[in-house]
């Protein structure tokens, strides 16, 4: 069925046929529009003597036509600190919905989370909309016993979650990717969302990703702090040597002793000596700040066993130990090798309809962070590990070297995924005679 559309004109509208350059402050502009089996948005205006008046009252109202849903209204206004107001008051939940909540959705924003609470078959209680303050979201949910709580991933979500679990609510965060796939909407609000979350995990039919625990997230923060400090000091090695360059002065190694005395002694125009200098100052902090989180990566490592047997791999040193059990986590919830390599995006794309099958390049799905140091400890790992280093050179000779340093760093994946789960050692011989894909 059509959209039925109907449409009245502000008074003095151009476009409205009836009435000219006429103005009447008595009518009414409304515009609506219904599109068949989705939601109606209605607009009403009161008009007066002139259409931008500051007195003008507008009243907004979404309304699911499915019965199903639950109906939501805001109302704006010509005060803008009218709904704000409402937000930071503590929404006071019924009895009723206390004892009967089970499940509870929650659409996190940086400002403003919206919660949809239903009962045990996902119908349903009540909808809350408040503003994102420490205090007042942790009273909000002091409110429930133990309830089912569901938060899609998202930036900035970790002191939610941290926070429910501390009150003993059941918390999972569910794969913002996977969730557009399955519950696409042409209507798409906040409210909606969060009912749409409440209700897939009351089904059981929620796609969810890894909590990682406290120590992973300190070692994530830690390496993806020290990789950025080296990739700030390789950007501005990289721009000395662009301004050195332009004067055909080049210095093989810059930044050692002796060739910072070079370019001191070098006859420069005086903005490239202090953008040199600048940048000089910016390698100099950088590095010494990488070499301190290096130190406190150390540190940690020391105390980890996993990491001590992860470090018999070859290509594996200290940093990429970290990395990988970091990243992995709980190596229960994977049952081989092989989805580990799909966890961190090692694996082709396939496309298989019938008789037809297609393999595609690697899906690039996870981590990208864990994949550049995946390929890094594969290309240490060819000069440490002969086997390595033999199939290496037969994929390259067939595919090329880049396509064999990716399969190179995947079978590293499955490789550190089996001393995690056997907590073992690395063994050279399991890759004698092509035994690496079916021992791994």
Request: aromatic content about 8%; overall charge positive; glycine content about 6%.
């Amino acid at each position: 069925m059509e959209a039925r559309q109907s449409k009245l004109y502000w008074p003095g509208d151009p476009r409205d046929p009836r009435s000219g350059n006429q103005r009447d402050s008595t009518t009414l502009g409304v515009s609506t529009q219904i599109p068949s089996g989705g939601c109606a948005r209605v607009d009403t205006r009161e008009g007066s003597a002139t259409p931008l008046s500051r007195n003008v009252a507008a009243v907004s109202e979404t309304v699911m036509l499915n019965p199903s849903r639950a109906r939501t209204t805001e109302i704006k206004g010509s005060k803008p600190n009218v709904l704000r107001s409402t937000l930071e008051e503590l929404p006071m939940i019924s009895n009723t919905t206390k004892e009967s909540a089970v499940y509870a959705g929650i659409d996190y924003h940086k400002r403003t989370i919206a919660v949809a609470v239903g009962d045990k078959e996902g119908r349903v209680l009540e909808r809350f909309n408040l503003l994102n303050q420490t205090e007042l979201v942790t009273k909000f949910f002091q409110q429930f016993s133990k309830i089912e709580c569901v938060v899609e991933s998202c930036r900035g979500y970790e002191w939610f979650v941290e926070m429910l679990q501390k009150q003993g609510h059941t918390v999972h965060v569910g794969d913002s990717r996977s969730i557009k796939l399955i519950a696409h909407s042409r209507c798409k609000t906040d409210k909606v969302d969060s009912q749409i979350l409440m209700e897939l995990l009351a089904i059981k039919y929620l796609p969810t990703t890894y909590i990682p625990t406290a120590k992973e997230r300190e070692y994530r923060e830690l390496l993806r702090h020290r990789s950025s400090l080296v990739q700030t000091a390789t950007r501005s090695k990289l721009r000395v040597h662009a301004l050195l360059d332009k004067e055909n002065k080049g210095i093989r190694f810059p930044f050692s002793k002796n060739g910072r005395k070079q370019l001191e002694e070098l006859d420069l125009s005086e903005s490239r000596r202090r953008i040199i200098q600048h940048e000089l100052d910016v390698i100099d902090f950088a590095e010494e700040h990488a070499h301190e989180q290096q130190l406190r990566i150390h540190l940690l490592a020391s105390y980890e066993p996993e990491i001590k047997r992860l470090r018999s791999i070859p290509g594996f040193e200290v940093l990429m130990a970290a990395a990988f059990l970091a990243e992995v986590g709980d190596v229960s919830r994977f049952k081989n090798g092989d989805q580990v390599a799909a966890y961190f995006g090692l694996v082709p794309r396939v496309y298989a309809s019938g008789n037809t099958m297609r393999c595609g390049r690697i899906t690039k799905a996870g981590s990208k962070f864990m994949r550049w140091m995946l390929v890094q400890a594969a290309w240490a790992a060819i000069k440490a590990s002969p086997n390595l280093r033999q199939s290496f050179g037969a994929i390259g000779r067939r595919r090329g070297q880049k396509v064999a340093i990716v399969a190179i760093a995947r079978k590293l994946a499955t490789i550190a995924f089996r001393v995690l789960r056997d907590k073992t050692t690395y063994k050279e011989e399991l890759l004698d005679a092509g035994l690496a894909r079916a021992s791994f």
